[in-house]
């Protein structure tokens, strides 16, 4: 698979998470292309944490409004009875539990549920943003990722980076499978057809779960 092959599987089977009506919040990069997959009829409202409830597609370019851009700084759009307001505002809807889902990506995972996802000591960050904050306050939080970094684990026994936030994650999407975490360690419970559950435990330092109902990842 190349990377488009992997992204797509993944933002695919993310979409299946969200339900009608959610507030979503979306991580930088592979999760913003979460809601191009999305069931007819669902509808999800994008919650960005620099201050926009009801962000609309990426504008075409020559369409771009300076007043709108997202979290990671490039351009966005207001979708139909979308409104703004300061991120001091955003961080309190984040922090009292009113956004349904965010997706995220991660540097790595582990089988307690922590997760690194900003920084690697020693190289130049911008910072956190509002990762620690929607790992803390989001009902469900999705890790969408690839499975492995240069043919490294990503999912691990304990993360060795610094960690974003603990004990937060709740599913993780990657192109080889869906893993529940779960007070037990990570459950293997949809595999992508392509692979074996020796294959995914293979590039998993984690010691998997299979799941008696191993369902395949469609």
Known sequence: MDKNQIREIIAKRVAKELENGDVVNLGIGLPTMVPNYLAPGVKVILQSENGLLGMGPTPAEGQEDPEYINAGGG???PATGA???SSATSFGIIRGGHVDATVLGAMQV????DLANWMIPGKMTPGMGGAMDLLTGAKLVILAM???AKGKPKILKKCTLPL???GRVNLIVTEMGVMKVTPK???LIEI???FKPEDVQAA???TLIISPDLKPML
């Open 204 to 206: 998993t330092e984690a």
């Open 83 to 85: 409104c703004t307001f």
């Open 110 to 113: 582990d089988e307690e549920g």
């Open 192 to 194: 992508n057809p392509e």
């Open 146 to 148: 690839e499975h492995t």
């Open 164 to 166: 974003t936030a603990k």
């Open 185 to 187: 360690g990570i459950e």
């Open 75 to 77: 351009f966005t759009s």
